[in-house]
């Protein structure tokens, strides 16, 4: 099945304008209360490369889990796939999923078309590398954020054929419950009826198993999150001492979520000079860098439903504690 066949095209966002876009939600995100720096800034090379790493790790079982699943399942999710039939996946990392996908369920030449969408330029080149083998395939990478990537691939030419969105991993728990549903509507509204979404949820476990997958022995993780502040010396001319700050996780019971902080571990002053930003913090001040809610298996329903989605079967790892969905647009 896999020959060296797909024609694969790039939809890239203006490299200045991106930078301008970092830098503007760098200065708003610092100014807030608590502080916060927006958790899709993680991915660039070196992060993404990081993050494919912390998917090895013994004690973050979501990645295999989930391509488990997605391999035993994927004739039930991809169904009858045909010419004209288009898969979106948002944040495809390396691509292992999507190929793991299309390995156990796609039929030979059926002509369907994959858009890959994320922030990461090197993510999607990595993907689309990965993916390229796979035979009769158009790919189209999109440079973009997942809303502005959405809106893309809506406005493409479309005859016939039906849309199925991925949204794996533990992606929709890095939005609190109102932007959740906010970018659930919004995804609902590029779509047709019929077209589909199968989301990935992690699901609520022990808080000593949830904090050893983001605070790990090895301190990958912490690298993951210590690498945000490089990439502000890097791009937008900051000189932030790496030492001057320690990764931290929490969870947070009340919220069900994990949280990811940067804690500064002296009295110091962060400059950023292409975010017009001037920062003075204690020894203790936090930067919140990510959330990541978690899930009951009902839950990831109840919000699909909310959002004008139709659950049609769910998938549930009991013992990683991991959930994908399918649903369909009502």
């Known amino acids: 099945m896999r020959t060296a066949h797909a024609r694969v095209s790039v939809r890239s966002t203006d490299p200045a304008a991106a930078t301008q876009e970092f830098a503007d939600d760098v200065r708003y995100y610092l100014s807030q209360t608590p502080r916060q720096l927006p958790s899709r800034y993680f991915y660039d090379a070196l992060g993404s490369a990081l993050f494919d790493a912390i998917c090895q790790l013994p004690w973050y079982r979501v990645t295999r889990a989930e391509l488990a699943l997605l391999a035993k399942h994927a004739p ?23 190929a ?48 502005s990537g959405l809106r893309q691939v809506s406005k493409e030419a479309r005859v016939g054929g039906r849309t199925l969105v991925l949204f794996l991993g533990s992606n929709i728990g890095n939005f609190d419950p109102d932007a959740a549903i906010s970018f659930l509507r919004g995804m609902r509204a590029t779509l047709r009826a019929g077209d589909r979404l199968l989301l990935g949820a992690d699901l609520r476990k022990p808080e000593e198993t949830l904090l050893l997958a983001y605070d790990d022995p090895l301190g990958v993780t912490a690298a993951f999150n210590l690498n945000l502040l490089l990439r502000l010396n890097r791009e937008l001319d900051a000189s932030i001492d790496l030492n001057g700050f320690r990764h931290e996780a929490l969870w947070n019971k ?70 994908l969905t399918i649903a369909e647009v009502e």
Not at 76 to 98: F, H, M, Q, W
Not at 117 to 126: C, E, K, P, Y
């Open 76 to 98: 039930a999710i991809l169904g009858k796939s045909t010419a004209g039939d288009r898969l979106v996946e948002l944040g495809p990392g390396n691509g292992e999923k999507l």
């Open 100 to 147: 793991t996908l299309l390995a156990a369920g796609l039929p030979a030449k059926t002509g369907v078309e994959l858009h890959l969408v994320d922030v990461s330029g090197a993510a999607l080149a990595t993907a689309a590398r990965g993916l390229s083998g796979f035979e009769s395939l158009r790919i189209v990478a999109h440079e973009a954020t997942y809303e």
């Open 254 to 323: 009340k919220e069900s979520r994990v949280e990811m902080h940067l804690v500064s571990t002296k009295a110091q002053r962060i400059l950023i000079p292409r975010a017009s930003v001037d920062l003075t913090l204690r020894e203790g001040d936090r930067i919140w860098t990510e959330s990541s809610y978690k899930y009951e298996p009902m839950e990831v329903t109840r919000l699909l439903a909310r959002c004008g989605f139709s659950a049609r079967s769910q998938w549930v790892d009991t013992d990683a504690r991991f959930a």
